[in-house]
T-cell receptor, first 111, second 116 residues
Framework: DAKTTQPNSMESNEEEPVHLPCNHS???????IHWYRQLPSQGPEYVIH???SNVNNRMASLAIAEDRKSSTLILHRATLRDAAVYYC????????????FGTGTRLTIIP | DVKVTQSSRYLVKRTGEKVFLECVQD?????MFWYRQDPGLGLRLIYF???????EKGDIPEGYSVSREKKERFSLILESASTNQTSMYLC???????????????FGPGTRLTVT
């Protein structure tokens, strides 16, 4: 199974954009890229997912490299509430609903 | 809103006890999952189920079993609890179907189990 690599931790100032990187150099052509986040003392929650094209939703944007070997989750204006562990996950396109979570990136927001 | 509930937030059990962790979802999801989360190891999949009475082993099934008698309920069973099963246990659910890999998983709040 293809794996992802993320920095262990990142810091960002409040009200500034945050770019969270993820490397997935062994991604296959049909793997989806998912992002989840886990706020303190809560279960993970879905943020966004994509396949090939960049994606936007109300929470974030997902920028996928042209060769799909890396992606970046973009929080456009970080708030203190965005402090969480962010997980970048790959899933197979067909017949496999499993998600394999790594250890993620712990994002700290500085007021 | 999808709701995934777990029977307890905190649980303390003794070594050798049989432990039941219950999970219920209210969105008619076909898939349900049990994970455990430990510091430095992230979330690891224990078992999942894609239909009533169906189950599949995840990455770390040893020492656990599961039961899914109704669509909305998925139980994790520790037949004989051991101290190395002290962990945070998270339940999740999702839709199934041809587009299943793109469906999001909805998580419960977790059960922190301590085995002494």
């Amino acid at each position: 199974d293809a794996k992802t690599t993320q920095p262990n931790s990142m810091e960002s100032n409040e009200e500034e954009p945050v770019h969270l990187p993820c490397n997935h150099s062994t991604i296959s052509g049909t793997d989806y890229i998912h992002w989840y986040r886990q706020l303190p003392s809560q279960g993970p929650e879905y943020v966004i997912h994509g396949l090939t094209s960049n994606v936007n939703n109300r929470m974030a944007s997902l920028a996928i490299a042209e060769d799909r070997k890396s992606s970046t989750l973009i929080l456009h204006r970080a708030t203190l509430r965005d402090a969480a562990v962010y997980y970048c996950i790959l899933s197979k396109s067909f017949g496999n609903e499993k998600l394999t979570f790594g250890t993620g990136t712990r994002l700290t927001i500085i007021p | 809103d999808v709701k995934v509930t777990q029977s307890s937030r905190y649980l303390v059990k003794r070594t050798g006890e049989k432990v039941f962790l219950e999970c219920v979802q209210d969105m008619d999801h076909e898939n349900m999952f049990w994970y455990r989360q430990d510091p430095g190891l992230g979330l690891r999949l224990i078992y999942f189920s894609y239909d009533v009475k169906m189950k599949e082993k995840g990455d770390i099934p040893e020492g656990y079993s599961v039961s899914r008698e109704k669509k909305e309920r998925f139980s994790l069973i520790l037949e004989s609890a051991s101290t190395n099963q002290t962990s945070m246990y998270l339940c999740a659910s999702s839709l199934a179907g041809l587009a299943a890999p793109s469906y999001e998983q909805y998580f419960g709040p977790g059960t922190r189990l301590t085995v002494t």
